[in-house]
């Protein structure tokens, strides 16, 4: 990600160490309460994110959290609340969506266009994706259960995705300070 909590593996000399101060969840709900809806995108901290608001009810009525791998779904199938599950794929997103998805959360709620899924039929799905890029997004609201189609998934081809894999990381590096990308 362009933000961690971990040093990158990769062209480190791309990133700025700066300090933040950071609370627990459990103190955001002492302050403020509970939360209708969690958006968890922490860059390899959103499972340490997701334990703490299982420890710490009340439990919000939505979670959305980018996938760290089948941790993330059996973490979230642990909260008896939720009963409707989805998955939003960014390998995908611009052609379902209209747009990159670049600064923005996504969408959530009646917004997502992939279907509603149950519990048996979200790790089914899980099992079967294509690529490990996508939120997963778990509901104590009753959306209508649909069938799932694993074709919706599917990663389409986009050429300058492409062309970052193939890319050497100092060149990738080199590109962005001429053209003076940053966040």
């Known amino acids: 990600g362009l933000s961690s909590l971990t040093p990158p593996k990769h062209n480190s000399y791309d990133y700025n160490k700066i300090r933040v101060i950071g609370c627990s969840f459990k103190s955001l709900i002492r302050k ?3 939360p ?3 958006k968890i995108d922490l860059e390899g901290a ?11 009810p009340p439990f919000p009525d939505y979670i959305s959290v980018e996938n ?6 059996n973490t979230l ?9 989805n998955i939003v794929s960014f390998y995908n997103f611009k052609s379902v969506y209209g747009y990159s998805g670049i600064d923005t959360a996504g969408p959530f709620g009646v917004d997502i266009k992939s279907p509603w899924l149950n519990r048996e039929t979200i790790i089914e799905v899980f099992d079967q994706m294509p690529d490990p890029w996508f939120d997963i997004h778990a509901t104590s609201i009753n959306f209508p259960l649909n069938s799932p189609d694993i074709n919706f998934y599917q990663k ?4 300058l995705l492409w062309l970052k ?4 990381n100092p060149l990738k590096s080199l590109l962005k300070k001429i053209i003076g990308f940053s966040r």
Do not use: E, W
Request: glycine share 4%.
């Open 36 to 38: 209708d809806m969690v």
């Open 68 to 73: 760290c791998g089948p941790k993330t779904l």
């Open 156 to 159: 389409k081809f986009n050429f």
């Open 46 to 56: 959103d499972l340490m994110v997701l334990d703490s608001i299982h420890q710490n």
């Open 165 to 168: 894999s193939i890319l050497p």
């Open 77 to 85: 199938l642990m909260f008896n609340k939720f009963s409707r599950f």
């Open 32 to 34: 403020y309460g509970a």
